[in-house]
């Protein structure tokens, strides 16, 4: 267990549909970040968050968002659907902002669009 | 910008050999070289990295070696087990200002 945690674990909804992804980091981490891997596929990085601000930014869609909360939680927003969305979306923490600090990775919420 | 291949995307060894997984970067600039593992229906994990004032670190039953001159760096896991079944990632980074560039996977099979 890396104390990261995502919730919901599983979540299925219909193309079109918005959902929001949630995360906690590790107890102290002030870094978060998204990434989506879809099936058989490698991890891409969405978005980094330090200490509530957008410190970097991936492959993320238009249609995606994020924020990081004051109490260091983090939600990813997937807007307007579509099939190829359907992917398990991995949240990672690390201690500081630097991209090279250890990443430690939650459980995964697997996303299925219909 | 910076480009991180892997291969190869599968490896299939017999349990008690050795296992080697390579990757090549782009950029010259990269010095940050960090080997996750991901077992199946779990999370990645760090096993391993490397930085660029160093050719070689090791723990225990693996290690990674890193050739700044022809950009490549290897993942070696010794005296392999069935445990070492999983999808390993490579990553690069020019450093803390700039985002880990991920290879594509390697998927690891010990056959029994």
């Known amino acids: 267990d890396s104390g990261v945690t995502q919730t919901p674990k599983h979540l299925i909804t219909a193309t079109g549909q918005r959902v929001t992804l949630r995360c906690s980091p590790r107890?102290?981490?002030?870094?978060v970040y998204w990434y989506q891997q879809s099936l058989d596929q490698g991890l891409q990085f969405l978005i980094q968050?330090?200490?509530?601000?957008?410190?970097a930014k991936g492959n993320i869609l238009e249609r995606f968002s994020a924020q990081q909360f004051p109490d260091l939680h983090s939600e990813l927003n997937l807007s307007s659907l579509e099939l190829g969305d359907s992917a398990l979306y991995f949240c990672?923490?690390?201690?500081?902002?630097?991209?090279?600090?250890?990443?430690?990775f939650g459980p995964g919420t697997r996303l299925t669009v219909l | 910008g910076e480009n991180v291949e892997q291969h190869p995307s599968t490896l299939s060894v017999q349990e008690g050999d050795s296992a080697v997984i390579k990757c090549t970067y782009s950029?010259?600039?990269?010095?940050?070289f960090p080997w996750y593992k991901q077992e199946l229906g779990k999370r990645p994990q760090l096993i391993i990295d490397?930085?660029?004032n160093v050719g070689e670190k090791k723990d225990q039953r693996i290690a990674v070696t890193l050739n700044k001159t022809a950009k490549h760096f290897s993942l070696h896991i010794t005296e392999t087990q069935p445990e070492d079944s999983a999808v390993y990632f490579c990553?690069?980074?020019?450093?803390?200002?700039?985002?880990?560039?991920w290879g594509a996977g390697t998927k690891l099979i010990i056959k029994p």
């Open positions: 990672a923490s690390s201690a500081g902002q630097s991209l090279v600090d250890t990443q430690y």
């Open positions: 107890s102290g981490d002030l870094s």
């Open positions: 968050y330090y200490n509530g601000e957008e410190r």
């Open positions: 950029d010259s600039a990269s010095n940050y």
């Open positions: 490397i930085r660029s």
């Open positions: 990553a690069a980074s020019k450093g803390s200002n700039y985002q880990l560039i």
